[in-house]
């Protein structure tokens, strides 16, 4: 079955902007969490979704949001973007209610802010 | 302030040597994942642990989980170089809790 699929792999945006990624989870899977990746600060939670519902939320400034549709699909969104966004943003998607279960992770997507 | 600390940061060794990965913190874990990432790739699960001084192994890979349940280490034996990649533990709280990674080079 297909894995964890994000859009794009690669954006270049200039400061001030705003971005949208998109994630779509392994069919059947409810649950996604995105993250941040910088090399000096490792993965950092952002947030999860589960059921269209926002379920537990990281240490972001109000800057980032996401949302899930019915359909399990998962965007994120960034506004007035900082030098600092730029990174990788992995999105993961588990079947269960619980965040335990293993999660199963896109490729990625490489923000950089210029 | 890194809830959970992964040592070495980084890590060059030949082939066929043996090596550990740390994973330590002053919490207390429900459960402790271990994942390993390659390049322009996401993070991939290779075990997780669940009970204090639980031993589990997967081929070279040794992983343990202390007894209080707050550190937990992985033991590669006769590394290869397919081993290389960013090994990374996660601690369940009950979100997961990222360790920042252990950057491991294996040489032919």
């Known amino acids: 079955k297909a894995g964890v699929t994000q859009t794009p792999r690669y954006l270049i945006k200039t400061r001030g902007q705003q971005v949208t990624l998109s994630c779509s989870p392994i069919?059947?899977?409810?649950?996604v969490s995105w993250y941040q990746q910088t090399p000096g600060q490792g993965l950092q939670f952002l947030f999860e979704?589960?059921?269209?519902?926002?379920?537990n939320k990281g240490n972001f400034p109000g800057r980032f949001s996401g949302r899930q549709f019915s359909n399990s699909r998962s965007e994120m969104n960034v506004s007035t973007l900082e030098l600092g966004d730029s990174a990788l943003y992995l999105c993961?998607?588990?079947?269960?209610?619980?965040?335990?279960?293993?999660?199963?992770f896109g490729q990625g997507t490489r923000l950089t802010v210029v | 302030t890194q809830l959970l600390e992964q040592s070495p940061q980084f890590l060059s060794i030949q082939e066929g040597e043996n090596l550990t990965v740390y994973c330590n913190s002053s919490s207390v874990f429900s459960s402790l994942q271990w994942y390993r990432q390659e390049p322009g790739e996401g993070p991939v699960l290779l075990v997780t642990v669940v009970t204090g001084g639980e031993v589990k192994k997967l081929k070279r890979l040794t992983f343990q989980f202390g007894d209080a349940r707050k550190d937990s280490s992985l033991h590669i034996t006769a590394a290869q170089p397919g081993d290389t990649g960013l090994y990374l533990c996660?601690?369940?709280?009950?979100?997961?809790?990222w360790g920042a990674g252990t950057k491991l080079i294996i040489k032919p």
């Open positions: 979704y589960f059921s269209e519902t926002q379920r």
């Open positions: 069919s059947g899977h409810r649950s």
């Open positions: 996660a601690g369940e709280r009950p979100q997961l809790i």
């Open positions: 993961a998607s588990s079947f269960g209610a619980s965040m335990n279960t293993e999660a199963f």
